[in-house]
């Protein structure tokens, strides 16, 4: 029997996509990752309901089989997996340590159908054959300073680099946050 490799909070690959596999789930962490804290199951159920149908707000009917899937099935295993803090009482989810090993296989591309690597090696290449070719006296780049240039493309870096940074803030945020 093979044994899958298993990241430090215990999920295993199988179990990530085991997780990624229903589309609820996915939508759960990627509604989550979106918000500092936790967040109500109603308010979640409410963004997942809004996604599936398309409109808002979305049908009762569509609302109250995303808040019972997710309160009877999907935050349970998201939670013991250790993805999820579901609190049961309060009806209450956050987002857990383990959600980063789920969502590194979620973000396989960016928004634009790219990886962020991708993105950075295609902007560094461009940046470059720039610079040279503005060193070189090709007409129009010739009459730009080649300085100028690496600073219009380094401040892009920064930018984009600011960018990856914000759609990742939860990682960073949740973790100055005191646990409760």
């Given amino acids: 029997m093979k ?4 990241y430090n909070n215990g999920i295993d690959r199988g179990e990530v996509h085991e997780i990624l ?21 109603r308010n979640l ?3 997942i309901a809004e996604r599936e149908a398309g409109e808002s707000p979305p049908p009762r009917k569509v609302r109250q089989s995303v808040y019972n899937s997710l309160h009877q099935t ?3 295993k998201l939670d013991e997996r250790g993805v999820i803090e579901y609190d049961r009482d309060r ?3 956050q ?8 969502y590194v296989h979620m973000e396989v591309v960016n928004e634009y159908g790219i990886t962020w690597a991708d993105y950075y090696r295609s902007l560094g290449v461009l940046a470059l054959m720039t610079v040279v070719a503005a060193g070189l006296g090709t007409p129009f780049l ?5 300085m100028f240039i690496a600073s219009v493309f380094l401040a892009l870096f920064a930018l984009s680099t ?18 409760e």
């Fill in 3 to 6: 044994v899958l490799p298993t």
């Fill in 21 to 41: 596999r229903n589309d609820r789930r996915r939508a759960t962490v990627e509604v989550l990752r979106a918000k500092l804290g936790s967040v109500s199951l």
């Fill in 45 to 47: 159920s409410e963004a």
């Fill in 74 to 76: 999907h935050l349970p």
């Fill in 91 to 93: 009806k209450t989810v």
């Fill in 95 to 102: 987002l857990e340590e383990g959600a980063r090993h789920v």
């Fill in 142 to 146: 010739s009459s730009i300073e080649p």
């Fill in 162 to 179: 600011a960018r990856q940074l914000w759609v990742n803030r939860w990682l960073y945020l949740r973790a100055l946050l005191p646990d």
